[in-house]
Structure formats: structure tokens, C-alpha cells
């Protein structure tokens, strides 16, 4: 006996006309319809059994819905394709897969990607939609095409700003307004003339990314951000070390990291920058630094550098470390000779996670030296020199050398095993 009960079928600007004869007829069929006004209204000739609005918040929707299980069957309607920013993930959250039969219909992205001939797979799609615009930045390459779910009209003017101040207001901005509809219509203009301009609220925006100056544009993809990218004290691990301590560190997607005593978050930001995310399994990151003045400095660097989702934590490791999740890696960049605090870390790292600790006083060395001795791990001296002008010459000036201990907790496991 199956147990599906509720269909969710995806809905376009066409209405049922863009349905198929078996998605009418299960609208017809049902006892129970759930979905936002625009879409209901659509479909209002077809329904025979209670409707119900999404409400806000969303619960008392979803209880209604879970009032429904083990009775006849429901629908819940959707914007084109459920699963692909849409309400599917929200229901996959609430029912189990084996309830639901899902009927995706052509989304504004595949539509958009067809008007403007551009290969989907080729084009960075994207939801702003409830979220910050600082996301943007880690997208921004000279020649890069994003499709973006905005949140309403006002949010092309918005964007056409923000790429602007970034240094890319020569970028193409194509606003396509409701896709799959009689009423469809399309405006260009550059990312630099779009102030004042407004939209209608279902809209989703074209971006071909063009840079003022295409010598200087794009983030790198590999760690080591250049140190002036970053606002900081002088509490900034250096680009270098930095990027041999990401290397240590491995980002993977989906997987959790705590940066603790992060001075200006450099580690846990570039951390969120190299692992690429789905929404539903995101890569994720907890700075945890004792002085105020920059936690405040952490959380501009993280919008600035389009991480904005950095969670930040104010106060002294241990005692702060987060309650949940525990970490697939963790940097120690500060307070290495805090009691239990290396020993705490240790015992929260998950199975197969990464622990890098640097040190660049002769206390913390020590503190490293012996940690080495009783659970293995490797230790690295890191010593860089960069080239600056003395006078008329160049020469040699030396950073103060670090010493890295980087230890796999799988490994420690295995050697530990009798």
C-alpha cells in the first residue's frame, strides 16, 4: 500500500492551461488545496474541495496539512518547480518523501535560460529572495552569467547598485517579468542606469557580468585572499600562512567549521568562500573572538566579502564554544595556552575532522611541541619572507614565523585503536 497522499504540482504564469490533463484532474480530486493567493486564484474553476492560503507564518498552514494525513488526498500548488527553491524542501522537512509525489512544471530559470539563449548548465542560479544582497559578492567575475529570484521590484535597482559600487556597473541587467505569461515582457540596461527604475514584484533577473576594469576583476577561487581585502588590527592571519592553513583545514561542502580567537574572521570567510553549498546542505561557519571592537570588525568583512551567513560569536573559548553543531574542523588561531581549550575542541570534532592550530610565540611552540608528542598529528614550521623596498633597494623582510600542528582525527582514531 503506498503511502503518497499529497501532490505538489508546480504551476506556471500560463495557469491551467500549462497543466497536464492528470495535474487537473488531481486538483479536482482533491479534498484539500494549500497554496499562495496568486496560484489559487488560477486554478479557483477547478476546485471542488477546501482551499486553504498559505499562511504567514507558515505553520498553521503545515498543521492543516498534517491534519490531513491518512485522509482523502491533498494538493499543495507551487511556482514551477517545487524542489528547486521552492516550498518542496519546506514539505520534505514536515512529511516524509514516501507522502509526496511531486509534478514540477518549467521554472523561471529554465524559461529565462530559454529567452535569452543561455545554457543553463553554464549559468549561476541563484535565490535572493529573503536574503542579503552582500551574497552576491563571492558571484562577481568578469564575463559570469547569474539568473536571480529577487524579492520584489525594487530589487533590480538594488542590485543594479550593488554591482555598481563593486566595479561592475557595466554589467548587462536583463529584468524578464512573469515568464510563461500573456503579460510577458523583458527590460535591459546596464547595472550602473538602473537607480529608480522599478519592476513588477514577480520578476527574475538576468545579470551578464561586465567589469569596469576586467585586468583587476573576480575573487579568486583559491584560498589566500590579498591581506588588504580585509579590515583588521593587525590580528589578520597572513595571506600565505592563511592559504596553507585552508589547505589543512580542507573545505568541503556541507561541512561546519569553528574559528576560534578569529581576529578578523579571514579563515572562517575564506572557509565559506571555497565550499561550494546547496541551500538544503549548506557550508557553515562559527567565528568565535573575545573583543568587541572586532566582532564588529569580522561581521563587515564577511558582507564585504559576500559571506554575510557567518555566524559570530563574542567571548573566551571555551566557555563560549557553540552548544551545537559540533565542527568538522577547527582552527585555533588564538588562545593556544587557554586550559582545556585545545583538549575540548578535540573531544567535539566529529569522526574523519581536521584540527590546525597556529602558534607564533615560543609559549604556544611549546604548547604545540607537547600536544604533538601525546597524540600525533604533524607539526610545521611556517616561516614567509615578502620582498619590500629598504631605500633605493629591495629586500627580504620576514613575517614572524609560525608553527602550525595539524592533526586528522580519523587517524588519531586508528592509531589509538589496541
Same mark, same amino acid.
Given at each position: 500500500m503506498s503511502d503518497h497522499w499529497l501532490d505538489v504540482i508546480g504551476i506556471g504564469g500560463d495557469g491551467p492551461a500549462?497543466?497536464?490533463?492528470?495535474?487537473?484532474?488531481?486538483?479536482?480530486?482533491?479534498?484539500?488545496?494549500? /497554496?499562495?493567493?496568486? =496560484?489559487?486564484?488560477?486554478? #479557483?474553476?477547478?476546485?471542488?474541495?477546501?482551499?486553504?492560503?498559505?499562511?504567514?507564518?507558515?505553520?498553521?498552514?503545515?498543521?492543516?496539512?498534517?491534519?490531513?494525513?491518512?485522509?482523502?488526498? #491533498?494538493?499543495?500548488?507551487?511556482? /514551477?518547480?517545487?524542489?528547486?527553491?521552492?516550498? /518542496?524542501?519546506?514539505?520534505?522537512?514536515?512529511?516524509?518523501? #514516501?507522502?509526496?509525489?511531486? =509534478?514540477?512544471?518549467?521554472?523561471?530559470?529554465?524559461?529565462?535560460?530559454?529567452?535569452?539563449?543561455?545554457?543553463?548548465?553554464?549559468?549561476?542560479?541563484?535565490?535572493?529572495?529573503?536574503?542579503?544582497?552582500?551574497?552576491? /559578492?563571492?558571484?562577481?567575475?568578469?564575463?559570469?552569467?547569474?539568473?536571480?529570484?529577487?524579492?520584489?521590484?525594487?530589487?533590480?535597482?538594488?542590485?543594479?547598485?550593488?554591482?555598481?559600487?563593486?566595479?561592475?556597473?557595466?554589467?548587462?541587467?536583463?529584468?524578464?517579468?512573469?515568464?510563461?505569461?500573456?503579460?510577458?515582457?523583458?527590460?535591459?540596461?546596464?547595472?550602473g542606469e538602473a537607480a529608480h527604475r522599478r519592476f513588477g514584484d514577480l520578476n527574475t533577473l538576468a545579470v551578464l557580468l561586465e567589469a569596469d576594469d576586467p585586468a583587476t576583476a573576480g575573487r579568486s577561487l583559491t584560498p589566500g585572499l590579498p591581506d588588504k581585502a580585509y579590515l583588521h588590527d593587525g590580528q589578520l592571519t597572513k595571506r600565505e600562512v592563511r592559504a596553507i592553513t585552508l589547505a589543512r583545514l580542507a573545505p568541503r561542502p556541507g561541512q561546519h567549521l569553528w574559528d576560534i580567537g578569529a581576529g578578523a574572521g579571514s579563515i572562517a570567510i575564506e572557509w565559506l568562500l571555497a565550499g561550494a553549498a546547496t541551500p538544503d546542505h549548506p557550508t557553515t561557519a562559527i567565528a568565535v573572538e573575545a573583543s568587541a571592537e572586532r566582532v564588529g570588525v569580522i561581521i563587515e568583512n564577511a558582507h564585504r566579502l559576500g559571506v554575510p551567513e557567518l555566524r559570530v560569536i563574542e567571548g573566551h573559548a571555551p566557555d563560549t564554544l557553540p552548544d551545537a553543531p559540533d565542527p568538522d574542523a577547527v582552527f585555533i588561531g588564538g588562545g593556544v595556552g587557554t586550559p582545556g581549550l585545545i583538549e575540548d575542541c578535540l573531544a567535539r570534532l566529529k569522526p574523519g575532522g581536521r584540527l590546525v592550530v597556529n602558534a607564533v610565540t615560543l609559549g604556544g611552540e611549546a604548547r604545540l611541541l607537547d600536544l604533538q608528542r601525546r597524540h600525533g598529528g604533524e607539526l610545521s614550521r611556517l616561516a614567509i619572507s615578502r620582498a619590500e623596498s629598504m631605500g633605493r633597494t629591495v629586500g627580504w623582510k620576514s613575517l614572524a614565523p609560525v608553527t602550525q600542528w595539524a592533526l586528522d582525527k580519523q587517524a588519531l582514531a586508528e592509531e589509538q585503536k589496541p
Open positions: 500549462g497543466l497536464s490533463a492528470a495535474c487537473r484532474e488531481l486538483i479536482a480530486s482533491a479534498h484539500l488545496v494549500v /497554496g499562495g493567493k496568486r =496560484h489559487l486564484a488560477m486554478v #479557483a474553476d477547478l476546485v471542488r474541495g477546501e482551499v486553504v492560503p498559505w499562511s504567514s507564518p507558515i505553520g498553521a498552514s503545515m498543521d492543516r496539512l498534517k491534519a490531513q494525513r491518512g485522509r482523502p488526498p #491533498a494538493v499543495v500548488l507551487a511556482s /514551477g518547480d517545487p524542489l528547486w527553491f521552492g516550498v /518542496g524542501r519546506l514539505l520534505l522537512e514536515h512529511f516524509r518523501a #514516501a507522502e509526496l509525489r511531486f =509534478h514540477p512544471h518549467v521554472g523561471a530559470f529554465q524559461l529565462a535560460a530559454a529567452r535569452l539563449g543561455w545554457p543553463l548548465a553554464e549559468t549561476a542560479c541563484l535565490s535572493l529572495h529573503g536574503r542579503s544582497l552582500d551574497r552576491l /559578492g563571492r558571484h562577481l567575475a568578469h564575463g559570469r552569467r547569474l539568473l536571480l529570484l529577487t524579492n520584489d521590484g525594487d530589487a533590480p535597482a538594488a542590485i543594479g547598485l550593488r554591482l555598481a559600487k563593486a566595479g561592475f556597473g557595466r554589467s548587462t541587467l536583463t529584468v524578464l517579468e512573469n515568464l510563461g505569461a500573456l503579460d510577458e515582457s523583458r527590460a535591459s540596461f546596464k547595472a
